[in-house]
């Protein structure tokens, strides 16, 4: 167990080098250049130009900006905003709770919903039920996250009135960010009502950020059962006189577990795409409409450290989940 | 009155091409305390009739049987629940891929205390006191360290101990072995073949053992039936059926024994036991058979009768040194 953690700590460094490569550079390949940016509409002299080139660094050679960049960032500075003049760092660990939370509502939707739509869809194989669980999932996978968000908006907000357009909270409420997650600070603050608002503010953007994580998993789970339940090792669970219950959901289930956890590790990568177009939507104050924000106002130190803690994010829940994978898979464990 | 009595078992299987029938009216009955063997090639029905008395066949099996009784309890008529009562303690059965037939996410300890925790209700000390108990009456060196070990840390001989463990766990009356030492080493295999016969002596349950090795039904059977293509050719018991094999079957697979063979080569049977599209019409085994002739090919054979090793064919053999 100690070889396999080392050795999944291992590939992480490497591999965070490598984004960062990627994420430097390929800003510097897009198109725009920031300090006209930041100049506006009044433009800039060329003598103010190359000033603000030396000051910003652009001037010196792009392998010197990039080991300048790995050094800061290994000393915790991620840069600073060319547009706020705020370290990115603390940007980011603003706006990260409202990430985190909507993502780990939509996962938890995601999870609880899908992986019971697959078991079901594989134990009544070829029933009504399979196909139409299975259709809904081929749906609500193609389904672009854009459109499917004003759809819902549209039914729930506009037409039925149940569920706010944008934001975290009613402005109704206002009480001290402690955890930085709405639902507990909500509770924590006491006021009456203020829970009941995050949630009916939280639901839609789940809902939305959830869907293809949530057909994703449903059709993995299906297909991971239906093959699990053929195996010899469900025949002898059978044999021993167990209840179906016992041998699907114990035996059979957790077996299939194992391939839908990796998925699942790799939906939070896809999840943190599609935040970027859900919290826009919704206008939700997290990471993904930051980034976007950034990228339009050419705000490279942002983007770029941006990037690169979204990155390292993903390394870290990916990381959980092979742990987790060693967890419910004792060959990996001990192999 | 037997402990398992089957009569007319048939099962059929719908498939893309059709309904196919891999059970044809077999007769099964097993004594306490009895050891049968059933025999035959591969695709001759034998495990899927035993996994029909279990209830472990898919749905798309369908099982028919004109009497079907096991312990008093008429398992034609019982309900669900009373058959998984019946499953797993009064009747077992272990398999021919032990690694594969443990669940690879549960250790040996958890999978044996599952029975007796469903069917006997023991407690977790209880529970674990009786598997290692268990795990040193199959021959499992250090039980209390096996007990923690999970199935891909043991090897195929000590995966089907731990199946037999299992399997015993609940001091069934009736064990059902299908074909368990195929998938093991030869040396393995004579040391889980004794064990077998040594439990049943002990605990005097009644051992149904299916193999398509006669050197084994000749080590441990009591009473034989061949089966082929679904059907049962001959029934006799183990002496009988080596001295004076009746059907030509049984006495083509006795030749393949490398132990009766005379000539520089192993005599084999020809072809192979026909499938769904190519059942031949009167016999099933005519296209294989050296004695067969034209009746054989249009009329099915009758059943011989007990002193015949009932038979199922026009022409048995050594009619003269039939049993007494």
Redesign the interface.
Known sequence: MLRFLLHRFGILIPTFIGVSIVTFAFIRVLPGDPILLLAGERGVTPERYAQLQELLGFDRPLVVQYWDYLWAILHGDFGTSLVSKQPVLDEFLARFPATLELSLCAMFLAVIIGIPAGVIAAVKRGSIYDQSIMTTALVGYSMPIFWWGLLLIILFSVTLGWTPVSGRISLMYYFPQVTGFMLIDSLLSGEKGAFASAVSHLILPSIVLGTIPLAVIARQTRSAMLEVLG???V?????????SGRIVGL?AL??ALIPVVTVIGLQVGVMMAGAILTETIFSWPGVGKWMLDSVFKRDYPVVQGGLLLIAAVVMVVNLMVDLLYGF????IR?G | MPLLDIRDLSVTFATSTGAFKAVDGVDISVDAGEVLSIVGESGSGKSVAMLAVMGLLPPTATVTAAHMEFDGVDLKTASKRRRREIIGRDISMIFQEPMSSLNPCFTVGFQIGEALKTHLGLGRSERKKRAIELLSLVGIPEPEKRLSAFPHQLSGGMSQRVMIAMAISCRPKLLIADEPTTALDVTIQAQILDLLVDLQKETEMGLVLITHDMGVVAETAQRVVVQYAGKQVERQDVTGLFDAPHHPYTAALLDALPDRATGDRLPAIPGVVPGQGDRPTGCLFNPRCAFADERCRTVEPPRQPPELGEALCHYPLHTGEAAA
């Open positions: 195996e010899d090792y025949r002898t669970a059978r044999a021993k006189g167990l209840s035996h957790r077996n419910i898979n004792p060959r001990q």
